[in-house]
């Protein structure tokens, strides 16, 4: 009996405690890259049995189409530019996301959760802007993208015509130290295994405490690598030996929960930074369909694939297709562990609802995309899709890159449009003649944005905007990009 009672508190206790959050993040993952989304000559089981046991967003979007800006939006619920971070920061850049800003990491660790990051942080390049300065307790990492470093995407030494020729050894980085250095692709086909070992330590460290983890891996980002195990596993190559090693590792952190009897308790978010780029060809993913790729505002850049899994909420094999995003993360984190959303302005939108499977719920209405510093280049609102002139990269008319390679790619101006995203998701068809009331209703909608976040675009000032943190980098800038 005393045994029975036991059990029934500590029952009673789990089903009272508040969830443990993991958010797994890959890097140039593409719309269409998973199984269930649309990836093939590999398979994706693992992130396929997520899916079947969660729910999985056909309408997600990161914050920005590239990676630094990405990841700011996805840990502060900002659009990126609120807090004057964009673009991909490197070794040299002189600014840093601001500590004062709050994260998830330091949201949760003030409501007694333990915090770690595993993987690419891209958020400031030393110390102290690096993860243990943002609310984790512990990490192990790249700083930066994983092809920032001296060499070419073949692991080969350039020379000093080479913008890389300047770059520092590529460190991992164990807290605030560098303890090893990063010198050639096979260490690189190493990483995948090194962040899941880690992270799934840090399941078992920390199974009786509620936890977040923030795993963010290098891959698929160029140069891709894939260890011994997984080598010539896929029909698709490299690419798709590298997805199906981050497929397992996947598995192994779902695993890690399973072992620890965590899976119910547990708010498991998978996802990506920015779509797919498309330069590299074979050793890029795909956008399912989706116009154009990373670095853009086109949905190929921005919409991503996301599956939520918590099994004690959300019910099992459903999709939801209203618009959501990475900068939403941060709220519904907070409502879904009882914690309060930061005193600051954010424009994250709590989506809980959404996971609930609540009826009609529709919290979030619009989103805006932005890119570069601060233009404003497009809105959406319900299905439909404006986008404002700018001038953009595209991958179209030029054979991509082969094996490591790099094509090159051009640039374009990029007109008014008006898209119907429910029947053009591919952005083909510009119906701005035939509706133009939509296309003056969002274009008063995007003004009240710029309003309030400004746009280069227009000559329109940021009033809301928060600086981000200026310090003078260790690594000086490149002959070559000095003015």
């Given at each position: 009996m005393v045994l029975i009672a036991a059990l029934s508190i500590n029952a009673s206790a789990q089903s009272t405690m508040r969830p443990n959050i993991v958010i797994i993040f890959m890097d140039d993952m593409g719309y269409g890259d998973p199984e269930c989304y649309s990836g093939v000559q590999y398979s994706t089981p693992n992130i396929n049995r997520l899916a079947a046991q969660g729910m999985r967003f056909t309408n997600f979007y990161s914050a920005q189409a590239v990676c630094t800006a990405s990841r700011a939006g996805l840990l502060t619920g900002c659009y990126p530019n609120r807090l004057g971070i964009y673009g991909a920061f490197f070794p040299w850049t002189a600014i840093a996301l601001n500590p004062k800003e709050t994260t998830i990491a330091s949201m949760l660790k003030e409501a007694g959760y333990k915090t770690g990051m595993v993987g690419k942080w891209h958020l400031g390049a030393e110390a102290p802007y690096l993860p243990l300065n943002y609310g984790f307790d512990e990490y192990l990492g790249l700083p930066y993208s994983n092809d920032m470093w001296?060499?070419?995407?073949?692991?080969?030494?350039?020379?000093?015509?080479?913008?890389?020729?300047?770059?520092?050894?590529?460190?991992?980085?164990?807290?605030?130290?560098?303890?090893?250095?990063?010198?050639?692709?096979?260490?690189?086909?190493?990483?995948?295994?090194?962040?899941?070992?880690?992270?799934?330590?840090?399941?078992?460290?920390?199974?009786?405490?509620?936890?977040?983890?923030?795993?963010?891996?290098?891959?698929?980002?160029?140069?891709?690598?894939?260890?011994?195990?997984?080598?010539?596993?896929?029909?698709?190559?490299?690419?798709?030996?590298?997805?199906?090693?981050?497929?397992?590792?996947?598995?192994?952190?779902?695993?890690?929960?399973?072992?620890?009897?965590?899976?119910?308790?547990?708010?498991?978010i998978f996802t990506s930074d920015n779509g797919p780029w498309l330069t590299y060809g074979n050793h890029a993913g795909n956008t399912g369909g989706l116009r154009e790729g990373k670095g853009t505002t086109f949905e190929g850049g921005q919409r991503e694939p996301c599956i939520v899994r918590w099994p004690s909420k959300i019910a099992a094999g459903t999709v939801c297709n209203k618009i959501t995003s990475a900068i939403d993360l941060l709220p519904t984190i907070a409502a879904a562990c009882g914690v309060k959303v930061p005193s600051n302005k954010i424009d994250g939108i709590n989506v809980l609802s959404l996971l609930l499977g609540e009826p009609n719920a529709n919290p979030r209405k619009e989103f805006v995309y932005y890119y570069h510093q601060n233009s404003l280049e497009a809105i959406r609102k319900g299905k439909w899709k404006l986008i404002f002139p700018h001038r953009s990269v595209t991958y179209k008319d030029q054979l991509p890159g082969k094996d490591g390679t790099r094509a090159g790619w051009r640039t374009m101006d990029v007109e008014l449009a008006l898209y119907d995203l429910s029947t053009d998701p591919g952005e083909t068809l510009d119906l701005q003649m035939e509706y133009p009331e939509v296309v003056n209703e969002l274009k008063q909608l995007a003004d009240s944005y710029r309003a309030r976040l400004g746009d280069d675009l227009t000559n329109v000032p940021c009033t809301e905007c928060r600086p981000a943190a200026a310090f003078i980098p260790s690594t000086a800038l490149p002959p070559m990009l000095r003015k």
């Open positions: 001296p060499l070419d995407d073949l692991g080969k030494p350039v020379n000093d015509s080479n913008v890389r020729f300047y770059y520092p050894p590529l460190p991992l980085i164990d807290g605030n130290k560098a303890v090893k250095q990063i010198t050639s692709l096979e260490e690189q086909a190493e990483l995948t295994t090194l962040y899941t070992r880690k992270a799934t330590g840090f399941i078992d460290k920390n199974k009786n405490k509620p936890f977040f983890l923030y795993l963010a891996h290098s891959m698929p980002h160029v140069p891709i690598a894939a260890s011994e195990k997984f080598r010539g596993k896929s029909e698709r190559g490299l690419f798709g030996d590298v997805m199906i090693e981050l497929d397992w590792s996947v598995g192994e952190v779902m695993n890690a929960l399973k072992k620890n009897d965590l899976e119910k308790n547990t708010l498991l």
